[in-house]
């Protein structure tokens, strides 16, 4: 089975902190993404990623970036963290033209 | 992508089938129907999905409506741990994004 794997299952960073999440998945898919879930507003896409070094602003990009230098690792960089950032960070990976499959999530809480 | 609609909640006896259903009136005739399930605090696992045909798998079978406007997902026998909420997605002309609405919340009762 694929994995994908998120480096934290909970965080918590202060205001103003530079914060890295790391996903890494272990089947060579071209394609990865990064989501967020906040209650009542459901899965939103931050950016993705169709290949190394490639990537793609999602819905909602404001006050995060992204990198992959690998093809197994994703990461999504908050620059600055804030407390609206405070959510379930959601990492997954898709063959082309197969499902998604999701890690396990990483929830940050920012104070 | 193609919008969907899933009623907001469904309850089913432990045991029991449980059909989940999804319109998808707008889905065009090369769009997948995908279907996922969230259990709580976990994300999101892959079920099955379909373009035409009726698919089964291990976890659920799916049903797709020859005029490809709806498709109702069926768990056989319905588990304690089937309860989760359960997206109807149909991804369109995106190869890359899945937007996932509300969903259904199935819950099975003993």
């Known amino acids: 089975d694929v994995k994908v794997t998120q480096s934290s299952r909970y965080l918590v960073k202060r205001t103003g902190e530079k914060v890295f999440l790391e996903c890494v998945q272990d089947?060579?898919?071209?394609?990865m993404f990064w989501y967020r879930q906040d209650p009542g507003l459901g899965l939103r896409l931050i950016y993705f990623s169709y290949d190394v070094k490639m990537k793609e602003k999602g819905d909602i990009p404001e006050g995060y970036s992204v990198s992959r230098e690998k093809k197994e690792r994703f990461s999504l960089i908050l620059e600055s963290a804030s407390t609206n950032q405070t959510s379930m960070y959601l990492c997954?990976?898709?063959?082309?033209?197969?499902?998604?499959?999701f890690g396990s999530g990483t929830r940050l809480t920012v104070v | 992508d193609a919008k969907t609609t899933q009623p907001p909640s469904m309850d089913c006896a432990e045991g029991r089938a449980a059909n989940l259903p999804c319109n998808h009136s707008t889905i065009s005739g090369n769009e997948y129907v995908y279907w996922y399930r969230q259990i709580h605090s976990q994300g999101p696992q892959y079920i099955i999905h379909g373009l035409k045909n009726n698919e089964t798998n291990e976890m659920a079978s799916l049903i797709i409506t020859e005029d490809r406007k709806s498709s109702t997902l069926i768990l056989p026998h319905a588990t304690l741990r089937d309860t989760a909420v359960y997206y109807c997605?149909?991804?369109?002309?995106?190869?890359?994004?899945?937007?996932f609405g509300k969903g259904t919340l199935l819950t099975v009762n003993p």
């Open positions: 997954a990976s898709r063959l082309q033209g197969y499902g998604y499959t």
């Open positions: 089947m060579d898919h071209e394609n």
């Open positions: 997605i149909a991804p369109g002309g995106s190869n890359y994004k899945l937007t």
